[in-house]
């Protein structure tokens, strides 16, 4: 069974192109994953089967990411460029997991 996350970047002003990551989204992966990568190479992956440090596996036939007026948390996890690095967004809220209100 696989962890399906998004990550959430912004291509302009309310728009944020959500891409699609299928296996391993989870924190604990994701983050340390995604370290090395900035949101251009996320964006040129269009749709990732994968995201580990030393690559990204992208699907042969990519499906567009889909653009939103904000980060939205459609499946499992999210994630998005913040302040130099990539943070995971709390499903409900969209704020910085682990933020207190």
């Known amino acids: 069974m696989s962890t399906r996350a998004q990550i959430a970047i912004e291509v302009g002003p309310g728009e944020w192109a959500h891409v699609y990551s299928h296996y391993d989204g989870y924190p604990e992966h994701m983050l340390p994953a995604l370290a090395p990568w900035t949101p251009e190479d996320i964006l ?21 990411p889909v653009i939103l007026p904000r980060p939205t948390c459609q499946f499992c996890h999210l994630y998005i460029w913040q302040d130099g690095g990539w943070i995971e967004l709390d499903r409900e809220t969209h704020a910085p997991e682990g933020a207190t209100p």
């Open 44 to 64: 040129a992956a269009i749709e990732i089967r994968q995201v580990s440090a030393e690559g990204i596996a992208a699907f042969e036939r990519p499906r567009d």
